[in-house]
């Protein structure tokens, strides 16, 4: 894995501070800025790998803090299409080249944003969407498969936890249960396919102290700023660090 300037690493170093903030009250989709800030340091599949240990482990944090606080039956309803949607994604993976991984991930970050400005409108239908495998198994094959490439399946589990209008608290720990299952899921498959190794655990070791910082700074912020404020500002950071990972490997590409 290739050795960077420490620009880099201070933005790894933020990227990692957001799976703490992102756990710490301001909402699972703050988590989304990280994957495109790692990937600005790295090239992206080792990004991928770094994050994965460190995402479980802010995983830990979380399931502590919302214990039982679920609707335990969506597992049922994702969680078959989740390990589809895995197997599909990490086989995909292995066929992208880094510059088309950069574009994916890129696309993926500025749907994230987009549907987040978009879900009120999306969701004003009266009454409340009662879920089932018709609906979960398609949704859990579609997390499985952006939670491979980027991490980003925030969107995918949005769509079918938000029309079930759970109680926010419930909500939320019904997120994090999911989030839980998809990413340790995933292990054995990236180490199986060589996404993680033995360099990605060296550099995820270095950062994990960052992820329980992140969720003191998280809670320390959300004393003093306004949620609307703080995820605001993020998705439009979001929205930039997207738009930089397509544009730039496409300028790259066409330089090629």
Known sequence: MEIHAWPHQL?????????GLSK????????????????MAFD????IGIL??????????????????????????????VVAGVVIGVHFIGRFSSHQLNVAIGVLAVAFVLFQWCKELV?????AFAPNH???VPCGIGTGVTSSFAHGAGPVVSLFLIPQRLPKEIYVGTNVLIFTWVNWIKLPFF??????????????????????LGVWLGVWLNRRFSDAWFTRMVYVLTFLAGLELIFHSMIVDWLR
């Not at 180490?191 to 992820?211: A, D, R």
């Open 24 to 39: 710490a009250g301001f909402g699972g989709g703050l988590g989304m800025l990280t994957t495109p800030l790692c990937v």
């Open 191 to 212: 180490v199986g396919n060589q996404i993680i190794t033995g360099s990605t655990i060296q550099t995820s070791l270095v950062y994990l102290p960052l992820v329980p």
């Open 11 to 19: 933005t790894a170093g933020l990227a990692v501070l957001f799976i």
């Open 52 to 81: 994965l240990p460190l995402l479980c482990a802010g995983d830990l944090f979380s399931l502590y803090h919302y214990w039982g606080k679920w609707e335990r039956k969506n597992l049922g309803y994702l969680l078959p299409g």
């Open 123 to 127: 969701f004003k239908a009266e009454g």
């Open 134 to 136: 018709w609906v979960g």
């Open 44 to 47: 992206p599949r080792s990004a």
